[in-house]
């Protein structure tokens, strides 16, 4: 695989929007004393309006936690995780291009990262109600690819989410799920190519795919008879 392009998420990738999203839920649920169940942050996290509202469906208290939960979190200072510079860097310094896609409103995403598209110049941008279909429909990594002119073989979405991955498992693309708000678990396998723990774990990954592999040749001689073979590494 020769990556061209890394479609990465603003709110897990780039910010620390979903882990204090995923920890606001939890204080609320715990002072309504409200059992989260299994996997119901795998299928809210980064999932579409349509999606969202199946989920909720099936936890009605978890349903009027929402709209409390997201008006604090929209109080919330927002931090821009540490690692992704030195990301991005890497990236601009091979030439990969990059692309992002949010979970917010265009304006209301510009107004947090609007430095780090203008230093990293940044052209593609999909925000999720520029899309007919939210995560977990693969349509705003399909967008962002033809955007940059980038085939989905060719493409590897960085992203925290479950419905992140598995739309970019639909859209014939790669994916590295980056534990930020969400523990590493079997699930996550399934649609994942990669799992790391630390973002810039992501250099190391692009490096493997990326560097052209050693090739050497080796004669053997066997009963008087030379025999060429190849190693790689």
């Known amino acids: 695989m020769n990556i061209q392009l890394c479609i990465l998420n603003v709110e897990g990738i780039l910010l620390d929007a979903n882990k204090s999203l995923v920890d606001l839920y939890k204080m609320s649920a715990a002072d309504s004393d409200i059992v989260i169940p299994d996997g119901f942050f795998e299928n809210i996290l980064s999932a579409g309006f349509d999606h969202r509202q199946k989920v909720f469906y099936q936890y009605p208290r978890l349903a009027q936690l929402e709209n409390e939960v997201l008006k604090k979190h929209r109080r919330l200072p927002v931090t821009i995780l540490p690692q992704i510079t030195e990301v991005l860097d890497f990236l601009k310094s091979r030439q990969i291009k990059i692309a992002l896609v949010s ?53 590897l979405v960085i992203d925290d989410s479950r419905n992140g991955c598995y739309a970019a498992h639909l859209a014939y693309m790669r994916s590295v799920f980056y534990q930020n708000a969400l523990p590493i678990s079997e699930r996550l396998f399934k ?43």
């Open 103 to 155: 979970d917010q409103k265009r304006q209301d995403v510009l107004s947090i990262i609007q430095p780090i598209i203008d230093k990293y110049e940044i052209d593609v941008l999909v925000c999720f109600n520029e899309v007919l279909m939210g995560k977990p429909d693969p349509n705003v990594y399909f967008k962002a690819a033809k955007l940059s002119n980038v085939k989905p073989a060719h493409t």
């Open 191 to 233: 649609y994942s190519y990669r799992q790391i723990t630390q973002l810039n774990e992501i250099i190391e990954i692009i490096r493997q795919e990326n560097d052209p592999k050693v090739i050497f040749l080796f004669f053997q001689v066997q009963s008087h008879h030379f025999q060429m073979g190849t190693l790689s590494f």
